[in-house]
């Protein structure tokens, strides 16, 4: 089936620092990536919707100018968190979507990454 | 607008019982509706998946759920827990309008031996 590979799994970085996390679809073109964002004990929520060679959309109260977010090819999203403090501390998933009508079609999510700022 | 109410924060039962795990729903479109579980600090895994086709689902590992359009409930049922069914549980919508999921709080669920 399709799969998503998302890594770093975990980091830790000082803060001030910048953090890339990168999402791949690895047997299927994504048109459209979603990061998400989740608390501890929380549910996942929306942070920005991006579409292959176009700007992300982001979700009322996420700022894109520390949340930056690139999606180059079909295949590859990053997220990067510019100058990063401890209340970004968190588990960001990304999920990628693939074409409709084609075998995959569906939302397939990455295993997320573990940011921790110190 | 779309949203999911998850009507229960935790649920335990006991391993060799019924699971029920219940869910609400608010479209304003045809929804396609989803059950993802979480295991700590691990990505999710999708169970099952409702769009539009047979109102009762059957998913991955025992677990299926029934799409109600009435009731705008899409509750997930497994006939027999596992211990290693013990994971955090989210019920998901997506509709035509809005290409996101919106996500549930989650189901927290224990297994006791």
């Known amino acids: 089936g399709a799969v998503v590979s998302q890594h770093p799994s975990r980091v830790i970085c000082k803060s001030g620092t910048s953090v890339k996390i990168e999402c791949r679809s690895l047997d299927f073109q994504a048109t459209t990536m979603f990061w998400y964002r989740q608390f501890p004990k929380q549910s996942l929520m929306l942070m920005a919707t991006s579409n292959e060679g176009s700007k992300a959309t982001y979700e009322q109260g996420v700022e894109k100018d520390k949340f930056l977010i690139n999606h180059a090819s079909l295949t590859l999203s990053t997220l990067t968190v510019t100058s990063a403090h401890p209340e970004d501390s968190s588990f960001y998933i990304c999920s990628a979507r693939d074409f409709p009508g084609t075998l995959n079609y569906g939302y397939t999510f990455g295993s997320g990454t573990r940011l921790t700022v110190v | 607008a779309q949203s999911v109410t998850q009507l229960d924060s935790h649920v335990s039962v006991s391993e060799g019982t019924p699971v029920l795990l219940r869910c609400n729903y608010s479209?304003?479109?045809?929804?396609?509706l989803f059950w993802y579980v979480q295991h700590p600090n691990k990505g999710l895994q999708l169970l099952l998946k409702?769009?539009?086709?047979?109102?009762l689902v059957k998913g991955i590992n025992g677990f299926e759920a029934e799409f109600k359009k009435s009731e705008t409930s899409f509750h997930l049922t497994k006939p027999s827990a596992h211990m290693s069914d013990a994971a955090e549980y989210f019920c998901v919508v997506s509709d035509t309008g809005r290409r996101a999921l919106t996500f549930g709080s989650g189901t927290r669920l224990q297994v006791q031996p």
């Open positions: 479209s304003s479109y045809s929804p396609s």
């Open positions: 409702y769009t539009s086709a047979a109102t």
